[in-house]
T-cell receptor, first 112, second 114 residues
């Protein structure tokens, strides 16, 4: 399968700090998605990106579709305790009913 | 309604049992998916249904049998599973749109095979 590498693998930050994480692939994707997963729950969609260079925000979250189409970035501003969880990037080669290839995940811990 | 529901939440079964996982969505989505997620790993695709027809089978063993009775429902029939099949099974749905294909996930079924 496709290998999407996320970094960092885990982060411990103080409440109020900003967070940055990224995802890189050896393949070009047409779609990048970012999900958050809490323990024992399903992934929740945060942001979807469809164009190279696209910058999209959802509240305190901002994500970018890399120009090379092989990477994507997620930033969280002014973190709060409920931001705790595992963040996954996911790439898709083409639209329609097709596979999402998930990154390895970034585990975020926010210290109050 | 923007929810994908899955039942049961938890399932424990023996290797000789037959059980089924159920998934339902009422968002009018025409694509539905089964993913398997092992602990501390990302989800991995098992099956894709598009317009109620199986379009992708990621070489899943035949002890897993998917079924799509209608556009809102997706089942996964389980028979003669192995302990290593224990995992979180996730259902997802999407529009199957030519340009936009955001997948929405259910809460999952935690399966334990004894």
């Amino acid at each position: 399968g496709q290998q999407l590498n996320q970094s960092p693998q885990s982060m411990f930050i103080q409440e109020g700090e900003d967070v940055s994480m990224n995802c890189t692939s050896s393949s070009i994707f047409n779609t990048w998605l970012w999900y958050k997963q809490d323990p024992g729950e399903g992934p929740v969609l945060l942001i979807a990106l469809y164009k190279a260079g696209e910058l999209t925000s959802n509240g305190r979250l901002t994500a970018q579709f890399g120009i090379t189409r092989k990477d994507s970035f997620l930033n969280i501003s002014a973190s709060i305790p409920s931001d705790v969880g595992i963040y996954f990037c996911a790439g898709q080669f083409r639209a329609g009913a097709n596979n999402l290839f998930f990154g390895t995940g970034t585990r975020l811990t926010v210290i109050p | 309604d923007t929810e994908v529901t899955q039942t049961p939440k938890h399932l424990v079964m023996g290797m000789t049992n037959k059980k089924s996982l159920k998934c339902e969505q009422h968002m009018g989505h025409r694509a539905m998916y089964w993913y398997k997620q092992k602990a501390k790993k990302p989800p991995e695709l098992m099956f894709v249904y598009s317009y109620e027809k199986l379009s992708i089978n990621e070489s899943v063993p035949s002890r897993f049998s998917p079924e799509c009775p209608n556009s809102s429902l997706l089942n996964l029939h389980l028979h003669a599973l192995q302990p290593e099949d224990s995992a979180l099974y996730l259902c997802a749905s999407s529009q199957d749109h030519p340009s936009y294909n955001e997948q929405f996930f259910g809460p999952g079924t935690r399966l334990t095979v004894l």
